[in-house]
């Protein structure tokens, strides 16, 4: 008999005692596969990549997966979870001698190996091909594989999975106009779509409006379910309309259509953070906005990866939050982040927030500066 792949499985006839017998891949009759729960994946290609705007960037991979029963649905996984899976997959199933399988072992598929230096959408692009390739293998494995727990979590369809429409699988901030000087037809002023701007909001990239609490935007588009675009004092971009208060709405026809209406909300979610930069020159606050429910806690290396992105500042750098007295308090884990979190949420009723904006602030100071601290005893 040929051995097809490489995967071979010792199965017992009778007791202890008795020889045992092979099931090579291949060897399988239709009545094998037949058996197999209807829920069991049976292929499953990518049909895409999304951006996910985190604390941290990544592209992750949309797959459609089709199951024995029939049914088709869409999974969301990162390449960190696929390499995850292969690596329990080794220590189950590979072989100590690759030319030699041995009792209940199985030839794995290769896995693309990890990329540390590129362009982070281009390395997601030209994995596709070799996943496809993957997953096409590895779900040609022997049926007693396939009915292993690790691989039937990996393709499961889970309730964050079936929150997302693919209609809705598009960027947090959409490609908006070039910034241009926009001249208010003084005579129309009062007819015009506007909106007053009822929080400060500090925008964190070249398209974002900053603008201050009072100033009157001049709207003129809806770029999705939570941002329009606007204009004030000649300068022109996005912000998040939970900012600022309607005075009079854009007509329905200058919606760009993306927002499918206030249904629309789910995989465009999106929560704003106020960090602050301290140092000897001034403040420099900004807004982040991240695709998190506000319910989210960060790690502390996301936070400190997400601030040096921000502020394009070195590694030296100490994260910081200010406590019920005022005090800053220097983070220095995941345990200090979660004091931080905490300390926010019990303070939400006493200061007023947008309602999407997380009710905890970062401070990003020197790590070698003391003097912001309160050190008396």
């Known amino acids: 008999m040929v051995l097809q792949r490489g995967c071979v499985k010792m199965i017992f006839n009778g007791s202890l005692s008795s020889s045992p017998f092979l099931y090579y891949d291949g060897g399988f009759t239709n009545s094998d596969f037949d058996q197999l729960p209807h829920n069991i994946p049976i292929s499953a290609t990518i049909a895409d990549i999304e951006e996910k705007k985190g604390f ?32 329990e997959l080794e220590l189950k199933y590979s072989p100590g001698d690759q030319d030699i399988p041995g009792p209940n072992t199985c030839r794995l598929p290769t896995l693309p190996g990890k990329v540390f230096i590129g362009n982070k959408k281009e390395i997601a692009e030209n ?51 070039r910034v241009k000087t926009v001249k ?27 603008m201050k609490a009072g100033e009157v935007i001049f709207l003129l588009r809806r770029v999705n379910t939570d941002w329009l675009e606007g204009t004030v004092s000649n300068r022109t971009g996005i912000f998040p309309e939970s900012f600022v208060k309607i005075i009079k709405p854009l007509p329905e026809s200058d919606s760009d259509g993306e927002s499918g209406g206030a249904s629309g909300k789910g ?17 420099d606050t900004r807004d982040v906005c991240v ?15 997400r601030m040096r992105d921000v502020f ?15 005090d800053l308090v220097r983070l ?20 007023k927030r947008p309602v999407n904006q997380f009710p905890w602030e970062l401070h990003v100071t020197a790590a070698s500066d003391m003097s912001v601290y309160n050190t008396e005893i």
């Open 56 to 87: 941290i960037h990544y592209y992750r991979f949309v797959m459609e997966v089709r199951t024995r029963g029939g049914s088709k649905y869409l999974v969301y996984r990162r390449y960190s979870q696929f390499f995850n899976l292969h690596s």
């Open 127 to 177: 994995r596709i091909p070799e996943l496809n390739t993957y997953m096409k293998r590895l779900l040609g494995l022997p049926t007693w594989v396939l009915l292993d727990d690790v691989i039937r979590m990996f393709f499961y369809q889970t309730e964050s999975d079936s929150q997302y429409q693919p209609r809705a699988l598009r960027r947090l901030r959409p490609p908006t106009r």
């Open 184 to 210: 208010t037809n003084q005579t129309d002023v009062f007819s015009s779509p506007r909106a007053e701007v009822v929080f400060d909001f500090s925008g964190s990239g070249r398209l974002e409006l900053s």
């Open 267 to 283: 995989a465009g979610s999106y929560s704003c953070l106020r960090c602050y930069l301290l140092t000897p020159q001034g403040v």
């Open 291 to 305: 695709e998190e429910d506000i319910s989210t806690q960060p790690s502390y290396k996301e936070l400190l990866a």
């Open 312 to 326: 394009k500042v070195d590694d030296n750098i100490a994260l910081n939050y200010r406590d019920p007295e005022g």
């Open 332 to 351: 220095l884990d995941d345990g200090d982040v979660a004091l931080m979190v905490a300390d926010g949420r019990g303070q939400r009723s006493k200061v």
